[in-house]
Structures are given as C-alpha cells and as structure tokens.
C-alpha cells in the first residue's frame, strides 16, 4: 500500500474528444490504484465541451464494475502537462505537442480499434477496455513499484 504521506503521481491521459479513451484510462487507472493513491486527469485536444463520457465506454466499464459516468470533456491544461509525472496520449487521433516545463515526455497508447476489423457496439468496446486496462495495470505497477499492480480490476 503507497505511504499517505509520500508524493503522490500525477498522471494524465488524453485523446481526442476526452469523451471515452481518455477517460476509460481515468476511470481504471483511479480503480486499479485506490482513492487517493495517484492524482489522474484526463483531457481532450479537441474535447466536446461540457459532454459527458460516451455511453459504450460508460457501459463497458460498468461491466467490470468501474464507475466513469460523472466525467467532463475538458481541454488539455498545460499547468497539468508541466506538473504531470506521466503523460499518455491514447489512440492516434489526437496530436499533443510538448509544452515548455513539462517535466515528462508523452508517451503514446496506439489503442486497439476493432472497428477496422469489423467489429461494433460491445464486443468492439469490451477490446478497447481490456486493452486500455493492461496497460493502465502495467502503468500503475510501474508507479507502484508493486509487480503486477495492486489489482486487475476491482470486481
């Protein structure tokens, strides 16, 4: 378990519309870690403002009992780009470009997308998920320094 009184990681995720990767990776990142365990954001570079997460990402999360539906689309902040410890951009839509100051470099998630193959609705949301999750599990056992991460998913 982190020590409360240790720094905590800030992490931010970020995608196009911050309306369903980036927010999925929010959602199970704050799951896999524990409340407080790790300061998360998530951010769209072009975000439907003001919108809530898209339904088949809600859906899809609360079927391994992760909770995102009270999410925001909001902007990328670049005082959250200086102060992150990890910045990841999920996907290939979006394009993020360094800000000065910022103290880590973007990584980028070239998330699965069934779609390509044909494949829609659940099934196709299930892939995006699973994805998204093993590498938010490997993200936070590399934070944690706790092989494996301290859970797979909170059901």
């Not at 954001?41 to 899809?60: D, F, I, R, W, Y």
């Not at 990584?107 to 997308?113: D, I, L, Y």
């Amino acid at each position: 378990m982190p020590d409360p009184e240790a720094p905590r990681a800030t992490v931010l995720f970020v995608c196009k519309s911050n309306r369903g990767k980036s927010q999925m990776a929010d959602a199970l990142l704050r799951a896999v870690a524990g409340d407080g365990a790790v300061e998360v954001h998530s951010a769209g570079t072009q975000p439907a403002l003001g919108k809530g997460p898209n339904s088949e990402s809600v859906a899809s999360l609360a079927e391994i009992g992760v909770d995102m539906a009270g999410g925001v689309a909001t902007p990328v902040d670049d005082d959250v780009m200086r102060r992150a410890d990890v910045v990841v951009v999920l996907g290939t839509a979006a394009r993020l470009e360094p800000v000065d100051g910022m103290r880590a470099p973007i990584e980028v998630w070239e998330t699965v997308e069934p779609s390509e193959q044909g494949i829609e609705g659940p099934e196709r949301m299930a892939l995006i998920r699973d994805d998204i999750a093993a590498r938010v599990r490997e993200l936070w056992a590399r934070l944690s320094a706790e092989p494996g991460g301290r859970a797979q998913y909170p059901v």
